[in-house]
């Protein structure tokens, strides 16, 4: 305020509203008239405080100024208060009370109109020895009171402090002593399981560790250091044991004790601000204003320092206060193991993420961040039945139990090895006797896996027991303490309620894990050699089950006797029946994840149907022998990763580090800034956490996942359903999808075509014209097509493999139920008036390994047994007699091949009348065969898998094809369905030659010619790739497969391990999605970063997400949610930060001007605008195609630091252009905020003043347009205008801020403190007199009213930045002009990322 815009100095201004002090006299005759005492009514007396009452007992004198009349010269009494106000000419603050005084003087008639203040009021200051006739009753300030800090108190306080200070250094020292040698008793531990061979009763028990020990790290457990488990590799752990100490008890009860002991103190402190500790005194416990606010920032510090401690030790805390020991020894003992964590990057690694992935690093190895630690108790089970028997000692963790070897003093998991042969297994068919099956529980535990789910009070207790909750706590303590109580109370229940809905979230995924985890029921089970009831929490392996017609079965096992039909789409998600047969009585090895599926039962499937009981007997037909209970499972196992995944960093969570660095540098320059300008004192260290605490917003993190959320809603709805939410992010940046194609790509079942049989009355076998009524084949090819399969019937449905299924239907013939053999078929025929039949004596099922299956089928006629064997044509080829094919056989194969059929060959041979057909091996049986025909099926594409796929390839998503079909069928569906172009060249690579001189060779699969130079041929351009398994078995061992795979667009003949193989090898480079039907595709769809099941379950525990409705458009809706749901995020994120940024210029510059916001506009912002914009931007729509791109998931990347930066820039220019504007304004110079006489403390009373007016309605539309700015659909989301929330709020508070800065002084904009005043000064300015209530203004001038035309413009100026901002980021970040740069970038410095063909 010392000069105006044209230089001159300011004239001091005049100010209205001021109370003029008491006037003490020794009469109340010396009153002045203006305010000489009233008459008093009667029986009333006039006291000293000049005013009537019944009696001045107990009336305090005004005067004495807290003295007593004896401790004063002279008593004065105080004449009444004046009941108006004054106005002071030129108002100068350094003199106000001179002018005040003066002023009050003057008007009361005491000195002369034309006086002048410098000459004085006349009228002396009150001092207790006066002897003046008046005073004015300026009381001396009196002694602040001050805190001795040696009150009882304080006292208590520091005696608490050092008493636990002494115990705990006393515990430490003891327990240091104690454990001197503790590193000696650590056991390092493997969680794979050792298995068991032998049995207990017969005295040859004993444990065969059958791990994988070429491992690192497995072969010498003893030789890690025991130290800590830092340097364990994956698989290892880490066991100490500890013992319970009274001691130590009681002070980890004395420490959480201690910790709300903190939050009381804590909560005193603040109390005693608001005076609610001693009677209502302000300050009555602290003593005053200062020394609170110095206790608090102590306690804050020192309870936050003590907090963190016990957040960063909770998982250890109990066993510090406990005693290491021996594990034989021990309570209970503590399980350390790494954390395994999968980080998935998107290109190259920036120096800035590096740096400070380098830092955090070193960071968690230092601390110990990356050690996962679980006390687990000690527990002992019986390992005989009955009272005094042995016992044994184990731990349960993760749900698998380590037994203690009391020779050894180690802990160990365990297997039961029942045979590796299916004779082996047979033979186990007896059972087990009580006790083997308790001395085998012992070891396992019971079949039963606990899932524990907390009550809701413990889970809300745990859900707050994180550092980030801590920090939003702190921040609060804060916000509560410095008067700023209405927005901490807002925030506070911000945090609740989103801290209740996670809760909430989270306890039912757990009661559903819970749901499909705790299963039991009662079966019968052979023990003793007896069949009894028991519960299947009680099965072990060894143990043989009764199986019945609509029991769940509850371990995995094999069939031993009878067959059985299982629902299994819980665990693969086909909803098709699965027949299981009966073990082969030979030594054909038993492989559970291979051919020994077959023959195997699974946890957590249903049983359709199963073979009756007889009648005249109490043996089961059907038997069931348990090889693996509890987690061995494949259910069990499933469970356990659901309960402890692993754990993914995406390149969204590895910036997100550096982001959050970043913005706690920012905040900390921040509170630097902020303690220079506000004074270097106590006060500015609020105002400094309040900047960090506005920069790291407490939204933030709820900010970055709510896009995941809404998309896991939408998607949902859609019949997508999500049991992983992180991977709806991997989803938006799936740069690959495989696809399987039989029921995936192509329709569910196949449809017969023909068969094209071989006829063999020519010299030469030679393919005859292809038949499609099998009626008309000869008699032997009608039975083999009739009996090589493995259907059944289930209530009269025929279920099996599709194929299979539909060759049978072809031929007409009937399955008819039979006890002597494994099926018996008849044919709908008559020859000569009957009817053949067929008795099948053996079948070896279909392997993929072989790509064959045969039977042995007795025809009833004749009695000859024929052997039939079918596979693929290229299987055929190499194990039929070379005599029996007919040369063109592969041309004709491939011809059918290349017009989409699938292919199968059928082989035969006589083998007359054989007795022992039990004993023919497969080998010998699937030898000498002579071909059939080739059977011929169609399959079809689904009607949408076209349209599917040519979104995928526009929306830059490569897509490849996995199938187990043959090379050339799946070629011709990849062109059906648009992968390859039909210009486009497919070579196919497969193996060729004998044995050892086989070597890939390429062929053009168009006219079967040789490639030479494959690596010239892809160079040309408009080339594809297709491999057999064998080829990418081949290509895989000689490390070339890495150079060729984005080359690779089919890949045929591959096994379920050949899938997840080749899903793992594209997710090294690309982030990688799999969709499949959930058969033999459920490794691959496990393993990918986003695998998709098409399954009827709802919950499907395949992979993360699954789908009911069978169309590979799910995958299309995928994507676009998962980029739909990344877009958003960022739109939150980049909200947050551009809030934070405009926040932070907010504070400072109101810092800068010793000015702040009212408090309602401070509510407005933290509330409504930050909470209610943040909600609706996630709320946009999601896109209707798939955009040409990913978006970016770059937290650091240029993209958005691009969009970010500008936007801050722009409103960093406009909101100091603006200030500026405001400077040179002729009727805001000289009317100036002066802080001089005001306390920075009281900051709800430092926004009545142009300044802080000018600054709110500058950042309000700042942080109301930054919303509009990032809900801009782009690629990813729809048009901005199909956010119908957020266009509503935006509307609604553009409005509001347009109605404060517009309108004249109204209710509502006073309430904000904006363009209102004092009433009296409102009239003077030509405004009505208000009718509500206004809390006077602490300003000289008493308003803040911007003139009419001021208001236009600032409000045009405002629009105008709004307007800038939005052209900005659609068309500099998003538009022509980013597109341009971005292109410029890349041809200048090369991109580095992944260039995929599509």
């Known amino acids: 305020n010392s000069i105006d815009v044209n230089g001159k100095t300011c004239p001091l201004l005049d100010r209205a509203g001021l109370t003029c002090p008491v006037l003490c006299v020794r009469s109340f005759n010396d009153c002045p008239a203006d305010i000489k005492p009233a008459s008093c009514s009667d029986g009333q007396l006039i006291c000293d405080d000049g005013s009537c009452h019944d009696s001045c007992s107990g009336i305090v004198n005004p005067c004495l100024c807290g003295f007593t009349e004896s401790g004063v010269t002279n008593v004065y009494r105080a004449c009444p208060a004046y009941g108006g106000t004054v106005s002071i000419k030129r108002y100068d603050p350094s003199i106000k009370q001179q002018q005040l005084e003066f002023t009050c003087a003057q008007r009361w008639g005491m000195v002369a109109s034309n006086a002048t203040v410098d000459s004085g009021s006349g009228i002396a200051t009150w001092t207790n020895n006066a002897t003046e006739t008046m005073l004015w009753n300026v009381c001396p300030t009196a002694q602040e009171a001050k805190l001795t800090f040696k009150e009882n108190f304080c006292l208590a306080f520091y005696g608490i402090i050092g008493v636990e200070v002494v115990l705990y250094l006393a515990w430490h020292i003891y327990k240091s002593i104690r454990e001197r040698h503790a590193a000696s008793l650590r056991q390092v531990c493997s969680s794979l399981p050792a298995k068991m061979v032998g049995s207990a009763d017969k005295g040859i028990y004993m444990a065969s560790d059958k791990r994988d020990t070429s491992a690192e790290g497995f072969e010498h457990m003893d030789s890690f250091d025991k130290g800590s488990a830092v340097q364990l590799p994956d698989g290892m752990m880490l066991l100490r044991g500890f013992d319970g100490d009274v001691g130590g008890a009681a002070l980890y009860y004395l420490a959480l004790l201690s910790t709300c002991g903190w939050l009381v103190v804590l909560a005193i402190i603040v109390a005693d601000y608001y005076g609610k500790v001693k009677g209502g005194i302000a300050y009555g416990l602290l003593a005053n204003s200062t020394t609170s606010m110095y206790v608090f920032v102590f306690v804050w510090h020192l309870g936050g320092l003590w907090m963190i401690t016990m957040l960063a030790c909770k998982s250890k ?547 000859d047994v024929h052997v039939f064997v079918k596979g693929s044509f290229e299987r055929l080829r190499n194990i039929a007699a070379p005599a029996s094919i007919p040369a063109d056989y592969d041309a004709v194969a491939a011809k059918w091949a290349r017009d989409g059929c699938y292919v199968l060959a059928l082989a035969h041979k006589n083998l007359g009348q054989v007795k022992d057909v039990a004993r023919i091996q497969r080998e010998h049986m699937e030898s000498g065969c002579s071909l059939v025909g080739l059977l011929l099926f169609r399959n079809k594409l689904k009607d949408d898998t076209a349209d599917a796929i040519a979104e995928l390839r526009a929306g830059n998503t490569r897509t490849v094809m996995i199938t187990g079909d043959s090379a050339l069928t799946a070629v011709f569906i990849a062109r059906e369905c648009g992968m390859v172009g039909p210009s486009v060249r497919v070579i196919l690579g497969d193996m060729e030659g004998e044995d050892d001189a086989r070597r890939l060779v390429w062929r053009d699969t168009a006219g079967d010619i040789q490639v030479d130079d494959i690596d010239h041929s892809l160079s040309q351009g408009h080339v594809e790739l297709a491999v057999t398994a064998t080829a990418f078995n081949h290509l895989v061992a000689s490390n070339a497969i890495r150079k060729l795979l984005f080359n690779i667009r089919v890949f045929a003949r591959m096994t379920p391990l050949g899938k997840a193989e080749c899903v793992g090898l594209h997710m090294e480079r690309a982030i990688t999605g799999m969709c499949g039907d959930g058969g033999n595709d459920c490794g691959a769809l496990r393993a990918a970063h986003v695998g998709l099941a098409l399954s009827e379950s709802e919950a499907s525990i395949v992979s993360p997400f699954s789908s009911s409705n069978r169309s590979i458009h799910s995958c299309v809706t995928l994507l676009r949610e998962g980029r739909a749901g990344l877009a958003t995020s960022f739109a939150a994120y980049k909200f947050l930060i551009n809030y934070a940024t405009t926040m932070s210029a907010l504070e400072l510059t109101q810092f800068y001007f010793s000015v702040i916001v009212p408090q309602a506009v401070w509510i407005l912002i933290d509330s409504f605008i930050a909470v209610g914009l943040c909600i609706a931007l996630t709320q946009a729509q999601t896109a209707r195609t798939l955009a040409p791109s990913r978006p970016t998931a770059r937290l650091i990347g240029s993209h958005t630091l691009a969009s970010i930066w500008g936007q801050t820039a722009i409103n960093y220019a406009f909101l100091f252009g603006l200030i500026g504007l405001l400077f040179n304004q002729h009727w805001f110079r000289c009317n100036e905020f002066d802080s001089r006489d005001i306390d920075t403390s009281l900051w709800w009373i430092l926004g009545d003043n142009y300044e802080s007016e000018l600054i709110s309605i500058v950042c309000l539309f700042q942080f109301v347009n930054a919303a509009a700015v990032y809900n801009f659909g782009y690629r990813y989301r729809r048009s901005w205008i199909t956010n119908y929330s957020l266009v509503v709020l935006y509307s609604a508070f553009i409005a509001v801020v347009s109605v404060l800065v517009l309108a004249n002084p109204n209710r509502f904009s006073c309430m904000f403190r904006i363009n209102c005043g004092n009433p009296d000064v409102l009239v003077d300015l030509g405004y009505s007199r208000p009718t509500w209530h206004i809390t006077p203004y602490n300003s000289p001038i008493g308003h803040n009213v911007l003139p009419h035309n001021f208001r236009w413009t600032l409000w045009a100026l405002c629009i105008t930045n709004a307007v800038l901002c939005l052209a900005y980021e659609k068309l500099v970040v998003l538009g022509p002009v980013g597109r341009y740069i971005k292109q410029w970038w890349i041809r200048r410095t090369s991109d580095r990322k992944l260039k995929l063909k599509l």
């Open 317 to 863: 805390l109990r066993n510090y206060f406990r005693i290491e020991c021996a594990l034989p020894a021990a309570r209970v003992v503590q399980v350390e193991q790494r954390r395994a964590e999968v980080i998935l990057m998107e290109g190259e690694h920036s120096r800035l993420t590096a740096l400070a992935n380098a830092l955090r690093d070193a960071l968690v190895r230092r601390l110990h961040l990356d050690i996962s630690a679980e006390t687990c108790a000690l527990q002992k089970v019986a390992v005989v039945a009955g009272e005094g028997g042995a016992r044994r000692e184990y731990i349960e963790y993760r749900c698998t139990r380590y037994v203690l070897d009391k020779s050894s003093g180690r802990f160990q998991s365990y297997m039961f090895s029942l045979g590796d042969t299916h004779r082996a297994l047979l033979e186990k068919g007896n059972g087990l006797s009580s006790s083997e099956a308790q001395h085998r529980g012992s070891h396992i535990g019971e079949n039963f896996i606990r899932v524990s789910v907390a009550s809701f009070p413990v889970a809300v207790l745990q859900e707050f027991f994180s550092f980030f909750y801590l920090y939003q706590l702190m921040a609060m303590w804060v916000w509560f303490y410095f008067n700023y109580y209405k927005m901490a109370l807002v925030q506070f229940g911000v945090i609740i309620i989103s801290a209740l809905i996670k809760v909430v979230v989270r306890q039912r995924s757990e009661l559903k894990v819970k749901s499909l985890a705790e299963h039991k029921s009662v079966c019968r089970v052979r023990r003793d050699g007896q069949w009894t009831e028991l519960n299947t929490a009680d099965l072990v392996p060894g143990d043989v089950v009764a199986v019945e017609s609509g029991m769940e079965i509850m371990c995995d096992g094999c069939v031993l006797k009878g067959e059985v039909v299982v629902d299994e789409s819980s665990l693969t998600g086909e909803a098709r029946p699965v027949r299981k047969l009966a073990l082969k009585n030979d030594d054909i090895p038993y492989d559970v994840a291979g051919a020994g599926k077959t023959y195997s039962v699974f946890a957590g499937t249903r049983v359709l149907q199963s073979q009756s009981q007889r009648a005249e007997s109490d043996e089961p037909e059907t038997q069931v022998l348990v090889t693996r209970t509890r987690t061995a499972t494949d259910k069990g196992e499933l469970i356990q990763r659901i309960l402890f995944p692993t754990q993914y960093s995406f390149v969204f969570d590895e910036q997100l580090r550096v982001a959050l660095v970043i913005l706690l540098a920012y905040g900390g320059f921040g509170f630097g800034v902020t303690i220079w300008l506000m004074g270097h004192d106590v006060t500015s260290w609020f105002y400094g956490v309040f900047v960090i605490s506005q920069v790291m917003s407490p939204l933030l993190p709820a900010a970055l996942v709510v896009g995941q959320s809404v998309a896991a809603d939408r998607l949902r709805r859609q019949k997508i359903y999500c049991v992983d939410l992180p991977r709806i992010m991997m989803a938006g940046k799936v740069q690959v999808f495989c696809f399987d194609k039989t029921g995936t790509l192509t329709k569910e079942g196949l449809e017969f075509l023909a068969v094209q049989p071989v006829a063999t009355s020519q010299p030469q076998p030679v393919f005859g014209a292809d038949e499609t009524d099998i009626a008309r084949l000869p008699e032997v090819a009608q039975l083999g097509f009739a009996s090589c399969h493995a259907v059944a019937t289930v209530d009269g449905q025929l279920i099996g493999n599709p194929v299979d299924v539909e060759q049978f239907r072809a031929t007409g013939w009937t399955l008819q139920p039979s006890d002597e053999h494994v099926d018996t078929l008849v044919s709908p025929f008559t020859a000569d008036g009957q009817r053949r039949v067929g008795h099948v004596l053996k079948r070896f099922e279909f392997v993929h390994a072989r790509q064959s299956m045969s039977v042995a089928v007795q025809d009833a006629a004749t009695g």
